[in-house]
C-alpha cells in the first residue's frame, strides 16, 4: 500500500496542499484554499485531473478551511493507500532549524520565536500546523523550513558587515530561502547527470515569482542569494533585489516615505513589474511584450538576466569544482530566452547554449542544454511538495 503524506503550505490568507506519493512526481490530490478571512473564501482541488470548487462560508480562517479540507484529503487517501504523516512548509527556522523535525511542543515554540524574523509567514504558517494537529491528532506532524537547506553556510558567507550585536542579539545574518527548490533539484541533477552528490559543486538558479541561486558543495548549500528576508539578491516579479541599503533614507528625505511604504515599493511594486513600468511582474507576458518592442519588457529582461548571470558567477566563488548550472522555477524550466541570455553573460566561463536543447527543455521536461566543451547546463523541474514529502517521511519514520 503506498504512503501517503500530505504536504500543507499555509500563507496568510491561503492554503495550498497536495497529497503527495513520494514514490511519484504526479500528485494524488492538490488543491488550494484562498481568500481566507475575506466574504468570498474558497475552495478548489483536483483528483486525477477532475477538478471541483466549493465556496467556504464568509470569512472562514485556516482552521474552518482545513476542516473541509482533511475530510476529503482522508477519503482519497483511504481509497489510494495510507496517509502517514502531514508535513507543514515552514518559512523560517531561524538557527534552530537545519533540517525538518517533528512538531512538538519545544519545536512549535521555537517557530513561534522566529516570528520577528517572517512576521508575515509564520503565523500563517502556525495557524495551519495548529488546525491540522486539532483535526489530525494521531498522526505525526513534520515541519519543513525553507532556511534549513541554508544553515551549513560558513560564516563568512552568512554574516553581514554590520556591529556584531546586531547578529548575537537580533539574529542579523543572512539566512537564504527556497531551500526545499535548491536541495530537490540538486538532488535530482546529481541522479540524473549519475554523479555523486557528495563529491561534487554545482550552481542553482531557482526562477519563480521569488528568484534565488545557491552554490551547493557535496550536497550541502555553501551561499545563496536571498538574505535576512527573501528580498535580498536576485530581480524578481516584484522585488527589487539588492538595492544601495541608504535609498531608504534619500526616499525618506526625498519624498516623506515611512517605513512601511518603502517595504511596499521594494517589495510589491519594483522588480520586472517596476522596471517594465508597471507593465507586468509576469515573465511570460514580458517575453511576449518584448517581442512586440515594448522598451519597458526589454529593458526588465535585460536587468534580470544580467543580475542573475553575475550573481551566478558570484556564486562561483563559493565552489572548488563546477559540475553543473542547474535552473528551475517557472522561468528557469520555461524561458528559452532568459536561459540563453543568461549564458550569453557567463561566455568567460566557457558556457555556451545548444539552441535545440534549449528549445527541447520546456514545459517539465528535464535535461542539459549546453554544447560540447561548455559547463554543464541542467534544467531540472522542481518539486517542492515531493521534497516536503520526503523529508517527512524520512523524518516521521526515524522518530516512529
Ligand atoms: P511561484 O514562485 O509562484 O511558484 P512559478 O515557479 O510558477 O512561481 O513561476 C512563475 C513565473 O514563471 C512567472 O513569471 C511566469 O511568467 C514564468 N513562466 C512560466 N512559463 C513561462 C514561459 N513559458 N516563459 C517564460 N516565463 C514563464
Not at 110 to 115: D, E, F, L, S, W
Request: hydrophobic share 40%; glycine share 10%.
Amino acid at each position: 500500500m503506498a504512503a501517503l503524506v500530505l504536504v500543507v503550505n499555509c500563507g496568510s490568507s491561503s492554503i495550498k496542499f497536495a497529497l503527495v506519493n513520494p514514490e511519484e512526481s504526479e500528485f494524488v490530490m492538490e488543491g488550494l484554499a484562498e481568500r481566507l478571512g475575506e466574504t468570498e473564501a474558497n475552495l478548489k482541488w483536483q483528483i486525477n485531473g477532475t477538478k471541483e470548487s466549493i465556496t467556504l462560508p464568509p470569512k472562514a480562517d485556516h482552521k474552518a478551511a482545513l476542516s473541509h479540507i482533511l475530510p476529503k484529503v482522508e477519503k482519497v487517501a483511504v481509497a489510494e493507500g495510507k496517509l502517514k504523516a502531514i508535513g507543514h512548509r515552514v518559512v523560517h527556522g531561524g538557527e534552530s532549524f537545519t533540517q525538518a523535525c517533528i512538531l512538538e511542543e519545544d519545536a512549535i515554540a521555537a517557530i513561534r520565536n522566529t516570528a520577528a524574523l517572517a512576521p508575515l509567514h509564520n503565523p500563517a504558517n502556525l495557524l495551519g500546523i495548529e488546525a491540522a494537529m486539532k483535526l489530525f491528532p494521531s498522526l505525526p506532524h513534520v515541519a519543513v523550513f525553507d532556511t534549513a537547506f541554508h544553515q551549513t553556510l560558513p560564516d563568512y558567507a552568512f554574516r553581514y558587515a554590520l556591529p556584531e550585536n546586531l547578529y548575537t542579539e537580533l539574529g542579523v545574518r543572512r539566512y537564504g530561502f527556497h531551500g526545499t527548490s535548491h536541495r530537490y533539484v540538486v538532488e535530482e541533477a546529481a541522479r540524473l547527470a549519475g554523479k555523486s552528490l557528495e563529491n561534487s559543486g554545482w550552481l542553482t538558479a531557482h526562477l519563480g515569482n521569488g528568484c534565488s541561486t545557491a552554490a551547493i558543495l557535496n550536497g550541502e548549500s555553501v551561499d545563496t542569494s536571498m538574505g535576512f528576508t527573501p528580498l535580498e539578491g536576485l530581480v524578481m516579479g516584484t522585488r527589487s533585489g539588492d538595492v544601495d541599503p541608504n535609498l531608504h533614507s534619500y526616499l525618506h528625505r526625498e519624498l516623506g516615505w515611512d517605513l512601511e511604504k518603502i517595504d511596499h515599493v521594494l517589495n510589491k511594486e519594483s522588480g520586472l513589474l517596476g522596471l517594465s513600468g508597471g507593465l507586468s511582474n509576469d515573465m511570460r507576458s514580458l517575453v511576449k511584450a518584448r517581442e512586440e518592442g515594448h522598451e519597458g519588457a526589454r529593458l526588465a529582461i535585460d536587468v534580470f538576466c544580467y543580475r542573475l548571470a553575475k550573481s551566478l558567477a558570484a556564486m562561483a566563488c563559493a565552489l572548488p569544482r563546477l559540475d553543473g548550472i542547474i535552473f528551475t522555477g517557472g522561468i528557469g524550466e520555461n524561458s528559452v530566452l532568459i536561459r540563453e541570455k543568461v549564458a550569453e553573460h557567463l561566455v568567460l566561463f566557457g558556457v555556451s547554449i545548444d539552441e535545440k536543447h534549449n528549445q527541447e527543455c520546456v514545459g517539465g521536461k528535464a535535461g542539459t542544454i549546453h554544447r560540447l566543451g561548455s559547463p554543464e547546463v541542467w534544467v531540472v523541474p522542481t518539486n517542492e511538495e515531493r521534497q516536503i514529502a520526503l523529508e517527512t517521511l524520512a523524518c516521521a519514520q526515524k522518530n516512529k
